[in-house]
């Protein structure tokens, strides 16, 4: 290596010092810093060089380093990674569950489904056992895949301190005005819809199922689901992804969970919310946020459902009373949350903008060169292409 003394500061590059801070709050920041720097972490981008050195490399003769090299390394890990965390996802969600109700049905259990047959047949218990049983594992295992190979500090990962309350206010605002916008074309529509219509993406014959059943499962899918997904998501996923700044991490979080629908009509609501959970989460400095936007999206579903099974001629005035209700709550918590931006904060709380990452190449083809990479390519294809079928057939 030859070396040219006497550079000035300006003539270091370093990614880790030159991330922008301001948005989180400092013992969130020393503990990401530090992840960062972990040097034998191969999912870190860590990049430090001196611009007014060169290096000698075969077949390039003296050249200087830059970032640009490793930057496309480290995400090419990452990737890879993310890759195989959402093949795990894809097949607890639809091969494993048909080959543990084979077995089940084996030894059995009143519980049965065929190779060329997606649906689930038998008891109702064993039904609703199976599903939140496949749906945690669904989860929970690309979770900790994840947590074991990117090695984020838990406080990093699971953003836990509330620094802007209005962060939350704001993120729940949004998700009560999508809420509706999701759900107008749908409400005139000449579909019939049922309580049964709200388990829609599962593959079974909900209306053999008791109360009892649809009680448990709706509040496991209400509130268990959307915690752990949160913490895959929002936690597992997010953490590493910000090193290439927040606009990246909330666009790729919120492509890989509409992906991960397979089902095209959930893809696009599933998409923003994922965007108004990650925005609220930064904003609020804690993944509570992106946990509440999840949950209050969920009720808001049931609640339309139960009220449409309603038989009464009134049900259409009382629908409408409620969907107009919950847009106006959101217009005033929304407005509620402009003001008080507009007036500023305490100079001691983090800033409310996002970390802004800049490289030699653009932020789309940031995009482009990371979700091309196998296996995240070829899960997002099988994803899109299961979508076009269900949706078909």
């Not at 729940?172 to 074309?185: E, Q, V």
Request: hydrophobic share 50%; with cysteine; charged share 15%.
């Amino acid at each position: 290596m030859n070396n040219f003394t006497g550079g000035h500061s300006a003539d270091i590059i370093n990614v880790v010092d030159e991330f922008d801070y301001s948005t989180q709050h400092s013992s969130y920041n020393t503990e990401f810093i530090k992840w960062r720097k972990q040097r034998n972490n191969p999912f870190t981008f860590n990049f430090r060089a001196n611009q007014r050195e060169i290096v000698y490399i075969e077949g390039r003769g003296f050249v200087a380093r830059y970032p640009l090299e490793e930057e496309n390394d480290v995400l090419s890990k990452i990737f890879y990674t993310l890759g195989l965390a959402a093949l795990i996802w894809l097949v607890m969600d639809t091969i494993a569950i048909k080959l543990v109700a084979q077995v089940l049905s084996i030894f059995g259990f009143s519980i049965h489904t065929t190779i060329f047959n997606s649906s689930l047949y038998g008891g109702s218990v064993e039904i609703v056992s199976l599903l939140i049983a496949s749906s945690l594992l669904k989860v929970l295992v690309p979770t900790i895949f994840l947590n074991s190979k990117f090695k984020v500090p838990k406080n990093v990962r699971k953003m836990d301190k509330m620094t802007h309350p209005i962060g939350l206010v704001l993120a729940l605002s949004m998700t009560l005005i999508l809420c509706t916008i999701n759900f107008l074309p749908k409400a005139y529509s000449n579909d019939t819809r049922e309580i049964y219509a709200y388990f829609s993406t599962l593959n079974t014959d909900v209306e053999m199922w008791g109360q009892l059943e649809v009680v448990i499962y709706s509040l496991f899918d209400i509130v268990i689901m959307s915690i752990l997904s949160e913490l895959f998501f929002r936690g597992a996923m997010f953490a590493v992804l910000r090193q290439f700044g927040d606009p990246f991490a909330i666009l790729i979080t919120s492509v890989t969970a509409a992906m991960l629908t397979t089902d095209l009509r959930e893809a696009i609501p599933v998409f923003f919310l994922s965007l108004i959970a990650s925005y609220g989460m930064l904003r609020s400095g804690s993944i509570f946020t992106a946990m509440s936007v999840s949950v209050i999206y969920k009720m808001y579903e049931l609640a339309i459902t139960l009220l449409e099974v309603d038989p009464s001629e009134d049900m259409p005035l009382t629908r409408n009373f409620f969907i107009l209700i919950v847009f106006i709550t959101g217009a005033i918590l929304l407005f509620i949350a402009w003001l008080i931006d507009k007036n500023g904060t305490d100079d001691e709380s983090p800033a409310h903008g996002l970390a802004i990452f800049t490289s030699k190449q653009t932020f789309g083809m940031r995009v482009f060169n990371s979700v091309k990479i196998f296996p995240y390519s070829a899960v997002a294809a099988v994803c899109f292409v299961y979508a076009i079928i269900k949706l078909v057939y």
